[in-house]
């Protein structure tokens, strides 16, 4: 076992300034990432400095009618919320669909958009994976790859984003904000998670040594009807096969609003452009909810073992606006 230190924050400064000091330092929140990879080997920190006290969590209301939703926060807290569970339901919908009630109370919102991906070869030492081990290559491409992504992706690297959290806050256009020694920031989601490219193991644009302290959710009048839907592979305790998040506004029979993203489909959270692009001030019927999903799966480059993910996400996609309408026109 390799020896590291703990040290437990205060302050957010001193959580600063104790990972800036030490060249092998990262944030503990819940752990219930971070430890895994840990025990496996994959992560090798010489210091774990504990943010899990400091005073981020709780969910606010942000002056221009949102939400924001503090970093330190549990997932079933957030999932909880009445505001929450109001305003943005494919949000507590995609939490309580994560892990089990005993991660979920763990689990902080910060670290569940930094968990990494749960590729079977980026936990095991003895395969190559970019991801890992930069240059070494990605066994995904020529091994087991039925779950892997089938949009993004590229020679060096075919994971998916774990995250169920994700898929909508990337459907509402969230904004993540992070302090740093210099002083505080924020990026928006859509520019959170980095491209594939040639370097997989750059998986995030925060700044060196920045901790995130609250996610922000804009007022989206359509979030109030959406929805998240995931398929897995065991009813429960799983990550997804597809996931997709979809918020709808129809009024007199055409779609307003649309925001859909996909999950278990790419290195990040897929924001559904192209289907949102097709749907918007549109007649919503059955052949429109499907073009849309044709149009966003157009350019879906499957591997060779996973080309069902594809179809399943056309169905999911059509599934849930479908449902969506229906309820919008009762």
């Known amino acids: ?65 949102g939400l924001a939703i503090g970093a330190t926060t549990t997932n079933s807290d957030a999932a909880a919320h009445p505001e929450v569970r109001r305003r943005y339901p494919a949000l507590s919908q ?18 569940n958009l930094l968990q990494r991906t749960r590729c079977g070869y980026f936990a095991d030492l003895s395969q190559p994976c970019n991801k890992r081990a930069p240059g070494s290559g990605c066994a995904a491409i020529t091994g087991a790859h039925h779950n892997h992504a089938v949009l993004g992706w590229t020679g ?9 959290m994700a898929v909508p806050l990337a459907a509402f256009e969230a904004v993540v904000r992070y302090e740093t020694l210099d ?12 491209p594939v490219g040639d370097r997989p193991d750059l998986e995030t644009a925060l700044p060196p040594g920045a901790l995130i302290t609250e996610i922000v959710l804009p007022p989206v009048a359509a979030a109030r009807r959406s929805r998240y839907r995931k398929v897995r592979e065991r ?38 452009r192209a289907a949102e692009e097709v749907l918007r001030d549109a007649p919503a019927t059955p052949d429109r909810f499907r073009g849309a999903a044709e149009a966003e799966l157009a350019v879906a480059d499957p591997l ?11 169905n999911l996609i059509e599934a849930v606006l479908t449902e969506l309408a229906e309820k919008d026109g009762r």
């Open 235 to 272: 009813a429960s305790y799983a990550f997804a096969t597809v996931s997709v998040a979809v918020a709808l506004d129809v009024h007199d029979g055409f779609v307003r609003d649309a925001r859909i993203a996909l999950g278990g489909v790419a290195s990040r959270p897929w924001r559904a």
């Open 156 to 164: 060096h690297c075919a994971a998916t984003h774990p995250s169920d």
């Open 1 to 65: 076992m390799r020896e590291f230190s703990y040290r437990r924050a205060a302050g957010v400064r001193e959580a600063l300034t104790l990972v800036a000091e030490h060249d092998d330092a990262r944030y503990l929140g819940g752990g219930t990432n971070l430890v895994d990879l840990m025990k496996h080997g994959v992560e090798t920190p010489g210091r774990l400095v504990d943010v899990r006290r400091l005073p981020l969590g709780g969910v606010r209301e942000t002056p221009d009618g």
């Open 94 to 111: 995609a939490v309580l669909a994560g892990a089990s009630g005993q991660l979920r109370n763990m689990a902080t919102v910060g670290g």
């Open 304 to 314: 060779p073992g996973n080309a069902y993910k594809v179809t399943l996400a056309r």
């Open 183 to 194: 002083g505080p920031g924020e990026i928006p989601l859509a520019d959170f998670y980095l």
